[in-house]
């Protein structure tokens, strides 16, 4: 019996995944092999050894902008906290355009502020306001005891002041333990902003998972650059104006290892 070469077929079709010549974007993020925690850090050098000029300019332009923010009574840290990320945001434009070809440039430090702007500076003040609710439960925690001991009326006995200084370290450990998962949620959400178009809410629960489960290659990562950055140190930190542009730029391809399959 003769079949029809037009008929559709009857057989099931998978449905297959479109890929963009970027790869698959995936918005949850995936979780990746420890090594890829090195990987990260060698294609951040790669990225900068294609244009090792304008990435240490960048990398300068960023350090006396911190710098001069930082010296500014209150008002310079409250600008620093709050446009950190609109400049991480740029940062973030100018690799993706070195990855796809075009150049970098100094002024991609500025980016941010063209596009996302508003969303770059929320996620500002959602670490600004993390930081403080932080801080106040510390020092309610923490406070009373240590007023007690310092307006007790007499010199503080050996004993008290163990009980301070334990107080103290106690109080710097919950302070670190409580920073790691807002560094979870900011570390991809500038990226996941402007390059994906991600609300603040979705980016900074997409960036929390995706650190959660890639908590083995972040420790690789961080060992790595905890021994470059004595390396680079030693003399005068003068290695810092090779390893600062590599540290901006690991976040990117860790975004892009995480975010992206193909």
Not at 192 to 221: D, M, R
Not at 225 to 235: D, E, Q, R, T
Request: charged letters at 10%; proline letters at 5%; one cysteine or more.
């Amino acid at each position: 019996m003769a079949t029809d070469p037009y008929a559709a077929p009857k057989a099931h079709v998978a449905d297959v995944t479109i890929r963009t010549p970027d790869g698959s974007f995936i918005p949850e993020g995936r979780g990746v092999s420890a090594g890829n925690g090195w990987s990260w850090i060698g294609q951040a050098w790669e990225l900068n050894r294609r244009q090792r000029g304008t990435w240490i300019g960048l990398f300068l332009v960023f350090v006396v902008i911190v710098l001069v923010l930082s010296f500014i009574p209150f008002l310079g840290s409250l600008l620093l906290a709050l446009l950190t990320p609109v400049f991480y945001g740029g940062i973030m434009l100018g690799c993706e355009a070195q990855r796809t070809g075009e150049r970098l440039e100094v002024g991609h430090l500025f980016a941010g502020f063209k596009t996302h702007t508003g969303k770059l500076v929320a996620v500002g003040v959602f670490t600004l306001v993390a930081f403080i609710v932080i801080f106040l439960v510390l020092a309610v925690i923490f406070g009373f005891s240590m007023m007690s001991i310092m307006t007790g009326g007499s010199e503080p006995s050996p004993e008290q002041i163990r009980t301070g200084m334990a107080g103290v370290l106690i109080a710097m450990l919950i302070m670190v333990g409580l920073s790691i998962p807002i560094y979870m949620a900011i570390w991809f959400s500038t990226p996941l902003i402007t390059l994906n178009n991600f609300e603040v809410g979705a980016a900074l629960k997409a960036s929390f998972f995706a650190c959660l489960k890639n908590i083995l290659p972040f420790l690789v990562w961080g060992a790595v650059m905890f021994v470059l950055g004595i390396l680079a140190s030693v003399p005068l930190l003068l290695g810092w104006l090779l390893l600062g542009p590599v540290l901006l730029a690991s976040v990117y391809t860790a975004y892009r290892d995480i975010f992206y399959a193909g």
